[in-house]
C-alpha cells in the first residue's frame, strides 16, 4: 500500500527558533499533501493544502507566514514552523493523495513538536 | 454547517466482545465517508472507504455501513482485541480531497 513519512517524528525546540517538518510520499507520486494539526483528545484540523509546484492553500485561521510550506516536488512537502512559540506545540500530520482512480488520502504517522 | 458527530465519546469493552460505533454527518454535497483508526501519537490508519452507493464494506473484523439517505453510518468491530484500543474516525469527504473529520470514538478494550 502506499506509505507516508514524516521527519523527525517527534522535535523539541526553543521558543523564537523554527523547525522543518517533512512528509514524503515514498511509493507513489502526490499530486496534492495536506498538513494537519492535532491538540491532545482533539480531532484533527486542516492547515493547509499544497499541490506540487503551486502555492499552498491556507484554512482561515492559520497564518501562512508562521508556518510555510514547500512542495516541491511530489513525493516531498515541508512544514516549517517559524518564530515558534509554546502555543504551538502539537501533533502535526501530513497526508499525501495522488494514487490513480483512488479517493484515499495516506497519513503520515506524524511529528511530535514541544516548544520550550 | 458541515458537521460530522460521533457517538458515544469513549466506549470500554472486554476483549472479545462486539461493539458498534456510531457517526451522523450534515455534509453536502457528500462524496465518500470513511473510518480511520488512530493509536495514540500516530497517523490515522483507514479502515473502509464508501461511497454514496455503498451500503456496507467490511475490513477483517471491522465493518461499515452507510445509509446516506439518513446520513448516518456505524462501524461495528468483532471479537475485539487488545489492540483494537484506539481512537475511531469517522471522515466525510465533501469532494475529492476536502475532509471533515468527526471527533473520533476512543475504544478501550480490557483482557
Known amino acids: 500500500g502506499a506509505v507516508v513519512s514524516q521527519h523527525p517524528s517527534w522535535v523539541i525546540c526553543k521558543s523564537g527558533t523554527s523547525v522543518k517538518i517533512e512528509c514524503r510520499s515514498l511509493?507513489?507520486?502526490?499530486?496534492?499533501m495536506f498538513w494537519y494539526r492535532q491538540f491532545p483528545k482533539q480531532s484533527l484540523m486542516l492547515m493547509a493544502t499544497?499541490?506540487?509546484?503551486?502555492?499552498?492553500?491556507?484554512e482561515q485561521g492559520v497564518e501562512k507566514d508562521k508556518f510555510l510550506i514547500n512542495h516541491a516536488s511530489l513525493t516531498l512537502s515541508t512544514l516549517t514552523v517559524t518564530s515558534a512559540h509554546p502555543e504551538d506545540s502539537s501533533f502535526y500530520i501530513c497526508?499525501?493523495?495522488?494514487?490513480?482512480?483512488?479517493?484515499?488520502?495516506?497519513f503520515g504517522p506524524g511529528t511530535r513538536l514541544t516548544v520550550t | 454547517k458541515n458537521q460530522v458527530e460521533q457517538s458515544p465519546q469513549s466506549l470500554i469493552i472486554l476483549e472479545g466482545k462486539n461493539c458498534t460505533l456510531q457517526?451522523?454527518?450534515?455534509?453536502?454535497?457528500?462524496?465518500?465517508l470513511r473510518w480511520y483508526k488512530q493509536d495514540t501519537g500516530r497517523g490515522p490508519v483507514s479502515l473502509t472507504i464508501?461511497?454514496?452507493?455503498?451500503n456496507t464494506k467490511s475490513n477483517g473484523r471491522y465493518t461499515a455501513t452507510l445509509d446516506a439517505d439518513t446520513k448516518q453510518s456505524s462501524l461495528h468491530i468483532t471479537a475485539s482485541q487488545l489492540s483494537d484500543s484506539a481512537s475511531y474516525i469517522c471522515?466525510?469527504?465533501?469532494?475529492?480531497?476536502?475532509?471533515?473529520f468527526g471527533t473520533g470514538t476512543r475504544l478501550q478494550v480490557f483482557p
Open positions: 471522515v466525510v469527504s465533501e469532494d475529492t480531497d476536502k475532509l471533515i
Open positions: 457517526c451522523n454527518y450534515t455534509v453536502s454535497p457528500f462524496s465518500n
Open positions: 511509493d507513489f507520486q502526490a499530486t496534492t
Open positions: 497526508s499525501a493523495w495522488g494514487v490513480a482512480g483512488s479517493y484515499e488520502q495516506y
Open positions: 464508501m461511497t454514496f452507493s455503498e
Open positions: 499544497s499541490n506540487e509546484g503551486s502555492k499552498a492553500t491556507y
